[in-house]
């Protein structure tokens, strides 16, 4: 009663009152900064700033209250590549994993990822990574620390991916055996590059494979606190560059779950030393991460029209 009456001195009515912050900004931003910093040494798989990389995924995991699926968070694999000579090389990564099981639909799952891997040092130089994709990682914590607060119906599953720069290893990897049954995955929501447009785009890729989730997408868009564009895949947008097969969506979409990817524009630091945490566009950050927030609430509420269009789909391969 006496915060209504406070209010009304100020013509501010109940239902006008500001709505709490669903994301945290100074925790955001300090997570971006601590993943994208020198002594990561640019998280590449393999070497020490990629294990540094991961334990600090593990605590942030851990502290936004997500569960491990079985006894632990990492599940290891191994992946052959060719080096430059052609030889086969094996390659050893751990993808994070930990869940939140939905309060209606425990046996279904919406996966939420990132990669949290980079391209290491080059020329004695760091390349820090913080767009590709510190921001993408940092945002699972908080999305994570908001559906804790937050129930879904649907449980979520979210996914710290390594090896993405050398071949969507773990998430090929992921797919391959994944700790619960594929059919149970009905969508992968996810982020690669979300923190750095100072005209305030976010674009979604892979709804020309699925147009079945497009609603969703357009529902989000109608509401969405940055401009939510469907575009960098034929016949949306710029069919000359296509996305659809850039990041770790691609490996669902090989293996016939959906995926959808969310990023931005970056061609003047992707892959060079200055994709750093001080030429992040942080506002435009914290509305991305407040987007997917929406996206995910979307997708939760219709999981039983996609669950019914995950199975035609199978069904037809």
Known sequence: MGTLVVLSLWGITSAQAPQPARVDRPRLLEDLRVLAADDMQGRELGTAGGDKARAYVLQRFRSAGLQPL??????????????????SAERHGVNVVGVINGTAAHNRYIVISAHYDHVGMRRGQVFNGADDNASGTAALFELARYYRAHPPS??????AFDGEEEGLLGSRAFVRAPPVPVSSLLVDLNADMIGRDPDN?????????????????DRVASRAPVKLRIGHEPPFGRGEDDWTEDSDQYAFIEAGIPGLYFGVEDYAHHHQPTDDFETMTYDFYVRSVETLIDVIEEFDRGAEALASTRAAATISR
């Open 201 to 217: 785009v976010l674009f979604v890729v892979g709804l020309a494979r699925h147009p079945a989730l497009k609603p969703f997408i």
């Open 154 to 159: 649907t449980s979520l599953l979210f996914v």
């Open 70 to 87: 079985g006894t632990s968070y990492e599940h290891p694999f191994t992946a052959t590549t060719r080096t430059r000579g052609g030889q």
